[in-house]
């Protein structure tokens, strides 16, 4: 079966050109449309739903950054352990901890301001995250990767728990 990228003929790497995948995409979901195969059995209906999903699956995964980097882990072997590996390094695990103090001291003193800064570190937080793993990525070092990855999916989740408090505050 084919990866994402062989779906969509594009180069297997991180650094992904975005109107290349648009139109490849659009160019499998026309080939797969529902509508090109009202004539058609029903297991033929089957199958390009089937290819419809997959090609909506494989483009949603490497539309994303995140999703995309994981993904190339795993096709290159390096399964991110997602559950069974917690460890951190202890600058990471710091200042995490420094995050949560904010988001809490933030939280109780309603300070708006306070919380928007942390936003605002923490999306340049991600988003040097997400530059460190491309060139990890291009380097073909998917171990190193893989640990990267898991670095940032804390780091979507504490921005999600922000966000959270944003909703909170302003409610």
Known sequence: MQNHFELFQLPQRFAI??????????EVQNRVHPD????????????AMQWATRANEAYQTLKNPFKRAAYLCELNGVDLQIES??????????????WREALEDARAGKDLAAL????????????EELSDIGVI???????EAAQRVRQL???????????????????
């Open 17 to 26: 050109d975005s109107a290349a995948l648009d139109a490849a995409y659009r």
């Open 36 to 47: 090109k195969f009202s004539n058609a059995s029903g297991s033929e209906k089957r199958v």
């Open 85 to 98: 590996n917690t460890a951190m390094p202890t600058a990471f695990l710091m200042q995490q901890m420094e």
């Open 116 to 127: 928007d800064r942390l936003d605002q570190e923490l999306r340049a937080a991600r988003k």
């Open 137 to 143: 990525l291009e380097a073909k070092n998917f171990a």
């Open 153 to 171: 999916m804390f780091l979507e989740k504490f921005a999600e728990e922000v966000q959270a408090v944003f909703e909170q505050l302003e409610g």
